[in-house]
């Protein structure tokens, strides 16, 4: 079952400014992502920019936005075959939890100026709570 879908654009632009700020790169993109992406040479601001779009788009499938989620525990990596994939810890883990999700689809694109994420969560219903 579909329990949530996320959708964002990020314009490169916005991180191009972030290349030279190694703080702020650490404050948003874990460790392990950010290695990956400046790996990729004159593309890696592209990288950086769609894996944004992601952690975005994550926060609107799960319902509640990225409020109470630390963004670099949410991880954007390639696997052996170049498809991008989502790894979630702490906060990020425990928001996936919440909504039931099970599997997440993630959909990345990026050219010249934009950057787009789109994320599917699967999984079980959760039953709300109820106060009686």
Known sequence: MILGIGLDV?????????????????????PDELTAAMSRGSTAILSLA?????????????????????????????????????HLFGNAKEAFERVGGKTIHLSLTHERDNALAMVVIEGDAVEPHSER
Do not use: D
């Open 10 to 30: 990020v314009h490169v632009h916005r991180l191009e400014h972030w290349q030279n700020t190694p703080a702020l790169l650490e404050r948003f993109f874990h």
């Open 50 to 86: 769609a894996r944004f779009a992601a952690k975005e788009a994550f926060g609107k499938a799960v319902g509640s936005g990225l409020a109470g989620i630390t963004l670099k525990n949410i991880m954007v990596v390639n696997n052996h075959n170049g498809k991008p994939c989502m």
